[in-house]
């Protein structure tokens, strides 16, 4: 392992000293959603292609390997660095926004946060396609190391669909710089997917061309309760089919009462307290066309209850509770998180199997789920008193992925293997497909210098 003055040499040597953050620096960094993530002794703020081409140019002459960091919002481990490593900082990657209002694309550097790209976007009348309650520090080129999903995934697809060019820079420093601008363009291998959900393991990306649509229209939203997911997506297809259906989000009652808890929000549930769950839908419809729709609901039993936001105030109440996930983790003791993908005519007979697997594990095991209803994805999380063993944990991991991938389903949604998921990931993927892609890493990044031990199971 090289020393922090060892690699503080061979970074100043090939960007000199200004861009490089040394242990007591890196130290301060916030470390966003992992402790971990900021574990290497030495950082480097790149500022275009070419300063990071001569970064990993360097590093892989000397077989240091590099972790690369957006905005540290990664719920996997993917950004996870430890001592004798360098953390490549997309922060200060210039280029910027640039929004051709005419092609609806925008041309980024991805350095770039969500939130910055969606609000450029909506001055154009456009919109991302893509949201996330991380929206704020999530960067585009993380979006895209992650593929990531989100609440409108299941109208516009993730972070690969949004995705028309790329420009990346290898572990040996070369650089593929493909800002292809049209959709349709087949010219031999899609190497730009290669880099979505990669999670830095096969470069570095700098710039991007990413797809808008069309900005979102005025909304209002609704707050119901609902016995389970099937009567949920009874009620989000009439509303799909009505034309008027933006967002639907589903929370199952332990995750929907503890943040409402944590966040003092509890009135928002009082008009149903004890329903099995909530569905939070954004709908274009007004009250009287979204009462009509509800009403056979009311009849069938598949709606308990429901309430619409009035003011922008309560729809924001709503949200929150479904957005801050962090106040419902910080709670749990020992928490395990979980990102799945289950087909949808399955989710209640898979949440009430995997219930009855966890009382049968440990009857103190607290399940809290919500799901990005219109894909399936489901975000569970548990906890409980005593801290796991790691049978334990193999065992819990074992008690979510039964049966998924017999049904269609996934183990992981969109979140990213990272370093959480390796063992479930594992035992999950055939030979045929590990070998496949650990020729493509060694393709790619022949000294393994990029992102060691993500991703890809020893
Ligand atoms: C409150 C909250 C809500 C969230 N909701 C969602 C959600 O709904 N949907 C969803 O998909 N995710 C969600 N996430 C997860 C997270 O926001 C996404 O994974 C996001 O895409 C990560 O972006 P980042 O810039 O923070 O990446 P980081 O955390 O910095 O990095 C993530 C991974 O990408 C790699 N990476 C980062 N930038 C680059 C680059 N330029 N080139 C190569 N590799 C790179 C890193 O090495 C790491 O492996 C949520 C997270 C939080 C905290």
Redesign the pocket.
């Known amino acids: 392992m090289s020393s922090e003055q060892q690699l503080v040499e061979i970074l100043r040597r090939a960007i000199g000293d200004e861009s490089i953050l040394r242990s007591n620096q890196v130290a301060a960094l916030d470390p966003?959603?992992d402790p971990g993530n900021t574990g290497a002794g030495v950082a480097v703020r790149p500022r275009d292609t070419a300063e990071v081409s001569a970064v990993l140019k360097a590093c892989n002459e000397h077989g240091i390997p590099v972790?690369?960091?957006?905005?540290?919002?990664?719920?996997?481990g993917?950004?996870v660095s430890t001592a004798g490593q360098i953390i490549m900082l997309?922060e200060r990657l210039q280029g910027g926004i640039a929004i051709d209002p005419v092609e609806q694309v925008a041309v980024v550097s991805?350095a770039v946060s969500q939130q910055a790209l969606q609000e450029a976007a909506a001055e154009h009348g456009l919109s991302l396609g893509i949201d996330?309650?991380?929206r704020g520090?999530?960067?585009i080129?993380?979006?895209?190391?992650?593929?990531?999903?989100?609440?409108e995934a299941f109208r516009h697809g993730?972070?690969r669909q949004r995705l028309l060019g790329i420009e990346?820079v290898l572990a040996d420093g070369s650089v593929i710089s493909d800002m292809t601008r049209v959709p349709k363009a087949n010219e031999g291998y899609d190497l730009k997917q290669l880099?979505c959900g990669?999670?830095?393991t096969l470069?570095?990306?700098?710039r991007a061309v990413i797809k808008l649509e069309p900005a979102e229209p005025e909304s209002n939203t609704t707050l119901l309760a609902v016995p389970g997911a099937a009567s949920a997506l009874r009620v989000m297809r009439s509303i799909q089919e009505s034309g008027g259906l933006l967002l639907c989000e589903m929370m199952w009652h332990g995750y929907a009462t503890r943040v409402a808890n944590a966040t003092g929000l509890t009135n928002v549930l009082s008009f149903c307290d004890d329903a099995p769950a909530y569905l939070v839908v954004e709908s274009t419809l007004d009250e009287d066309p979204l009462l009509a729709l509800f009403e056979p609901f009311f009849e069938t039993g598949d709606v308990i209850d429901a309430v619409m936001a009035k003011s922008k105030s309560e729809s924001a109440d709503i949200w929150r509770i479904r957005?801050d996930?962090?106040a419902a983790y910080q709670q749990l003791k020992n928490p395990a998180l979980f990102d799945i993908s289950i087909p949808l005519g399955k989710l209640d007979s898979y949440m009430q199997n995997l219930q009855q697997r966890l009382d049968a594990m440990d009857g103190d095991i607290s399940l809290q789920a919500l799901a990005?209803l219109g894909d399936g994805n489901l975000h569970l999380s548990m906890g409980r008193e005593a801290p796991w063993s790691t049978r334990e944990k193999t065992a819990l991991g074992m008690a979510v992925e039964n049966g998924v991938k017999e049904m269609g389903g996934a183990i992981s949604a969109?979140?990213?293997i990272?370093l959480a998921k390796l063992d479930i990931f594992d035992r999950n993927t055939s030979d045929t497909s590990l070998v496949a892609m650990r020729a493509i890493k060694t393709a790619l990044d022949p000294k393994g210098i990029l992102?060691p031990g993500?991703v890809l199971p020893a």
Do not use: D, P, Y
């Open positions: 966003g959603w972790v690369t960091h957006g905005g540290r919002t990664g719920l996997a993917g950004a997309t991805t996330t309650a991380s520090s999530a960067t080129g993380g979006m895209i190391s992650t593929n990531a999903g989100g609440m993730m972070m990346a880099f990669a999670e830095g470069g570095v990306v700098t957005e996930s962090q990005h969109e979140h990213g990272g992102n993500k």
